[in-house]
Nanobody
Framework: QVQLVESGGGLVQPGGSLRLSCAAS????????MGWYRQAPGKQRELVAV???????NYADFVKGRFTIGRNNAKKTVYLQMNSLKPEDTAVYYC??????????WGQGTQVTVSS
């Protein structure tokens, strides 16, 4: 059974940066696609970025040029570097593990708050 644990959230001022991490255990990490989603209060969960098992990346339009997703298969970790943060980026960020379009696990979420 896969376990995903996020870290790195917090409070940051507009224009600032944060780096989220998600550590996986209990699975062969490299064969899975890894993604970050977010959910703001009163809104549906939405895809932020995904890094597939073959190294391809995909970003939501609202984060292109500001966020970067990376993964380290040896450490079973996926990262999300977030720069130029905006108040509208405030949300709970979730790590996701999947394969062939099927989710196999979610993290517990980490709060990101962008406010002055």
């Amino acid at each position: 059974q896969v376990q995903l644990v996020e870290s790195g959230g917090g409070l940051v001022q507009p224009g600032g940066s944060l780096r989220l991490s998600c550590a996986a255990s209990g699975s062969i990490f490299s064969i899975y696609d890894m993604g970050w989603y977010r959910q703001a209060p009163g809104k549906q969960r939405e895809l932020v970025a995904v890094k597939t098992s073959d190294g391809s990346t995909n970003y939501a339009d609202f984060v292109k040029g500001r966020f970067t997703i990376g993964r380290n298969n040896a450490k079973k970790t996926v990262y999300l570097q977030m720069n130029s943060l905006k108040p509208e980026d405030t949300a709970v960020y979730y790590c996701n593990m999947g394969r062939a379009g099927t989710t196999v696990g979610w993290g517990q979420g980490t709060q990101v708050t962008v406010s002055s």
